[in-house]
């Protein structure tokens, strides 16, 4: 048995027991007070004493990084998307537990605890330093707020990002943006019977988006475009009409040219919408970046290194697009990959579950990918 599985076996049940006590902790974006000070004391049981919660209550515990221009980070999100404040409810079989965003990412960040306690446990001091971030607001509407202050307050410092936020098997190497909208339609409005033919801001923003699901998107080779409507709201009754309407949408690509055309058949459609007794506001409620200039030589050597340890455990290894923590230093040109370190299903769903045996799998992944990075 390889020092790396003998860890894995070893440290299972222990793996498990934070993985229950951490998934119940409810966690939105925004609001991971209370998973970020789980995982801050559990560093600090191991001797991690310089382990700190920052204002974006990211979770961060450096190794050999007072000196470094060259940290590389492993990272992993502590928030969920659902908006629970209260305990989230586990249940658990002989195989599985189920728990919303017992996957995503929670699982994730269980295994990076293990890797930061076995770095720290074995007094590993990596030449370059190394940094393990629990980072905050990965998902929806918490817009990469956790890793945007991390790279905002280490800057040229950081060499190379390695997330853990997919099932193993998978790698994301390439970064989906979007920009995403709160679309609001306002008309005068009235009555139902005595002021028939006014303007209605529901069929005025039903228009709007009969016109967006018209759109072409960019056919661009080696590109994905895509575009949602999320969610509408409006009106006040049955016999009125209705004076206001909104919705929420977006539109995705993971390329940067593909995501400026889509900005311009989207607004397009929003000035076309106009008049005078017709307002259309248009808010930005959320965007992430596409990948900048990235050195692709020091990319293609990070994804087959991870690529390298994945074939380890998984035949068909999957290099994919995906709007993850890594969209933000690839967008100022910092090297990054997401990689899977569990098994399971349901993602952002309550149903979501994981696989209890795959937390070995993804601690050994984790260490082996680590130490390949870090030429240890």
């Not at 970064?175 to 529901?202: D, L, P, W």
Request: charged share 25%; with cysteine; aromatic share 8%.
């Amino acid at each position: 048995m390889t020092e790396y599985k003998s860890y894995a076996e070893c440290n299972y049940n222990k793996a498990l027991e934070l993985l229950r006590e951490l998934g119940k902790i409810p966690a939105p974006s925004h609001c991971e007070d209370k998973r970020a000070e789980f995982c801050r004391d559990f560093l600090k049981s191991l001797g991690a004493d310089n382990a700190y919660i920052d204002n974006a209550k990211n979770v961060i515990y450096e190794i050999n990084c007072e000196s470094s221009n060259d940290i590389t980070i492993f990272l992993a999100h502590t928030d969920t998307v659902f908006p629970d404040t209260e305990p989230y409810t586990m249940t658990e079989d002989e195989e599985k537990i189920y728990c919303p965003g017992i996957g995503d990412d929670t699982a994730s960040v269980v295994v990076l605890l293990m890797l930061a306690k076995y770095y720290t446990e074995n007094r590993i001091n990596p030449k370059n330093g190394v940094m393990f971030v629990m980072n905050s607001c990965e998902e929806g509407l918490g817009n990469l707020f956790g890793i945007k202050t991390l790279m905002e307050s280490y800057k040229s410092r950081i060499g190379r990002v390695i997330s853990f936020d997919a099932c193993i098997g998978t790698i994301y190497n390439k970064c989906v943006g979007s920009h995403r909208y709160k679309v609001t339609v306002q008309t005068e409005g009235g009555h139902s019977f005595g002021k028939f033919g006014n303007k209605n801001a529901i069929a005025e923003l039903s228009s709007v988006i009969n016109e967006i699901y018209k759109i072409n998107v960019p056919q661009k080779e080696g590109t994905k475009t895509t575009y949602n409507v999320g969610n509408i709201v409006g009106g006040t009754s049955i016999n009125t009409i209705a004076q206001e309407a909104e919705m929420l949408c977006e539109y995705r690509s993971d390329d940067r040219e593909c995501l400026e055309i889509m900005q311009k058949k989207f607004f397009d459609i929003f000035d076309g919408a106009r008049k005078d007794d017709v307002k259309i506001e248009v808010s930005l409620i959320g965007e992430r970046p596409c990948a900048g200039e990235v050195d692709e030589k020091l990319l293609c050597e990070l994804t087959e290194k991870c690529q390298t340890v994945m074939r380890e455990f998984r035949s068909d290894v999957s290099l994919k697009s995906a709007s993850t923590d890594c969209n933000i230093p690839m967008s100022v040109g910092v090297p990054a990959v997401t990689i899977g370190v569990y098994t399971g299903d349901g993602e952002h769903t309550r149903e979501e579950f994981i696989i209890k045996e795959s937390i070995k799998e993804g601690i050994e992944i984790a260490l082996k990918t680590a130490h390949s990075i870090l030429e240890i």
